[in-house]
């Protein structure tokens, strides 16, 4: 979701204006993606990396979090969506992760679309936890006995399906230590539309490109 500070700045705003209209086309996407259906939608909101940001950015943008998890909390069970959040949950606030287990809990049910915003998260960060996990819980002939395929259910996206379409804002074209493991076969887009600007007909725009891939998974068809 890149761009916000851009967008800010060109309008002569304070940065944090930029991820309060950010959030609006958190909204615009939720609702596009309960009307074509898609099942997952997720969205990387702050990365481990994010935590170095100033002191007053990082404070605010956290602030922001709980708000809009909480004002967005109808949008959700109006619309049938899931609320999820995954990341390094430890270097988040009490209250903070005291909020995300109550919205976890209330739209964990009848739900047909779920959001996941990564929070505190990082591909890398992903990996050697998956790992150490894998090597706590498996024996030593277990741990070297794994398949790729056994790896998947260490990673905190245990039991979500792999990403089909990465959406990049702002003309960034990086991965920027999202999910690593689970891009492998991902179609990414690029887009110079910053990210609050980016709204229902822009995601379309993007999932009209994306029926025109065509995936082959490093196999000839
Ligand atoms: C990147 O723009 C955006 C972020 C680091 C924060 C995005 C977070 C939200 C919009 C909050 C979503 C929360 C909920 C609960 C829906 P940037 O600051 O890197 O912008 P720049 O690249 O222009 O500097």
């Not at 944090?16 to 939720?30: F, L, N, P, T």
């Not at 950015?57 to 109006?78: G, H, P, W, Y």
């Not at 050697?128 to 024996?139: I, V």
Request: glycine share 4%.
């Amino acid at each position: 979701m890149d761009g916000n500070g851009r967008w800010a700045k060109a309008r002569g705003l304070d940065r944090v204006k930029g991820h309060i209209e950010g959030v609006e086309s958190v909204r615009a996407c939720i609702e596009a993606a309960v009307e074509k259906g898609i099942e997952y939608l997720s969205v990387y909101a702050f990365s481990e990396e994010n935590w170095n940001r100033p002191q007053e950015e990082v404070i605010a943008l956290m602030e922001l979090m709980m708000q809009s998890m909480k004002n967005e909390f109808r949008t959700f069970m109006d619309n049938h969506v899931r609320f999820m959040v995954l990341g390094n949950r430890a270097r988040l606030s009490e209250n903070l992760n005291r909020t995300i287990d109550e919205m976890m809990e209330a739209t964990s049910v009848e739900y047909k679309t779920t959001l996941i915003l990564f929070l505190s998260y990082s591909g890398k960060w992903d990996i050697l936890q998956a790992m150490k996990k894998a090597q706590a819980q498996l024996s030593p002939e277990a741990f070297q006995a794994m398949e790729l395929a056994d790896f998947d259910q260490y990673l905190v996206t245990a039991g979500i399906p792999d990403p089909d379409l990465l959406i990049r804002t702002s003309g960034e074209l990086r991965i920027s230590n999202y999910l690593l493991w689970q891009t492998a076969y991902t179609e990414f887009y690029f887009t110079d539309i910053l990210w609050p600007d980016f709204r229902k007909p822009q995601f379309f725009e993007a999932l009209e490109e994306y029926a025109r891939r065509d995936r082959r998974y490093g196999k000839v068809k």
